[in-house]
């Protein structure tokens, strides 16, 4: 059995539905999102779980709940009784999405408080997957006590999957951003970039400068998402563009990243070649941008 920890802050969704001004509600958020995508890929003998902290309000109840129905492993999930979980609304033009967050109450911002909490959750774990957001809605302390605990479980063998998703609006300023990015690079196994991004706060002329600048940082693998456009792949010093899957119409982009994300690790857990983990994920995530919210039924 292999084990997948997935780290971050879950919220509350505010979906737009087909009827004008009418919202849905649901949870998600970068990371679980992911989670949810890999518990539907995997089969019983691999596990998945999540880890964050939520509060103890209904709607952290109802969260936890939800977590639990997915068929994630919660167990280590800790609960601030004076806290809750965040909220966010999407708004669709033309496919492409914004959000609005309300998320200053977040018990999420206190998952990394403790040490032995940490220990226990990477305990025996085969990959730890985190992203950007995860660091940044941390106190810096915080922010290096997870990273210290994700270098000791890469001395012990364990895989550290890090997508960087650059969210500028949730640092102190563009340059720690930057800064703590690319620390946290250093010590992961898998960066998973999204250029779009990359360019507008790095400046990289294009996906191969990415990659390059992530395998120099340290990061054996590094695989660029691009849109709609080729996707450039480092594997220890093995470099490749990969066409992406082919899309009719895109009715909602919330969520590519992270199904890709799901459809590319579900497959290297399993053991496939990148070029085929590759896919996996373009085609996973071409069929969600296609239906509407973060999760959408596979079956």
């Known amino acids: 059995m292999t084990r997948t920890v997935c780290i971050g802050e879950c919220m509350i969704e505010m979906a737009p539905t087909d009827i004008t001004g009418q919202f849905q509600m649901g949870f998600a958020g ?52 004076d806290r809750s979980v965040g909220l966010y609304v ?25 040490k032995t ?8 774990a085969d990959y730890a997957y985190f992203s950007g957001i995860t660091l940044a809605i941390l106190p810096p302390e915080d922010r290096a006590r997870l990273r210290d605990a994700l270098v000791a ?14 969210r500028p609006a949730l640092w102190s300023d563009p340059q720690e951003m930057r800064d703590e990015i690319m620390a946290t690079a250093a010590i992961s196994t898998i960066v998973l970039p999204s250029h779009e991004d990359e360019a507008t706060w790095f400046e990289d002329g294009d996906p191969e400068a990415t990659a390059m600048r992530y395998a120099t940082a340290g990061a054996p693998t590094v695989i660029v998402k691009n ?32 199904s890709f994300n799901a459809g590319f690790l579900a497959s290297v857990i399993g053991g496939e070649p990148l070029s085929e983990a590759v896919s996996s994920g373009a085609q996973l995530a071409s069929k969600v941008i296609q239906s509407r919210g973060a999760l959408v039924e596979m079956s």
């Open 30 to 81: 970068d990371t679980m999102n992911t989670a949810w995508y890999l518990r539907g890929l995997l089969g019983a003998e691999h596990q998945v779980d999540y880890f964050t902290a939520l509060g103890g309000d209904s709607a952290s109840r109802q969260m936890l709940a939800f977590l639990r129905a997915a068929g994630l492993g919660v167990d280590h999930i800790v609960q601030r009784d």
């Open 90 to 114: 999407i708004q669709l033009d033309n496919g492409e999405r914004s959000f609005s967050y309300w998320r200053g109450q977040s018990a999420a911002r206190t998952l990394a408080q403790d």
């Open 227 to 258: 849109g709609a456009d080729a996707m450039f792949t480092y594997d220890c010093g093995q470099m490749a563009w990969h066409d992406p899957a082919t899309v009719k119409s895109v009715v909602d982009t919330t969520a590519a990243g992270d």
């Open 117 to 124: 909490v940490l220990e226990a959750v990477l305990k025996d």
């Open 153 to 166: 479980l890469r001395a012990q063998g364990g895989q550290i999957v890090f997508d960087p998703n650059l």
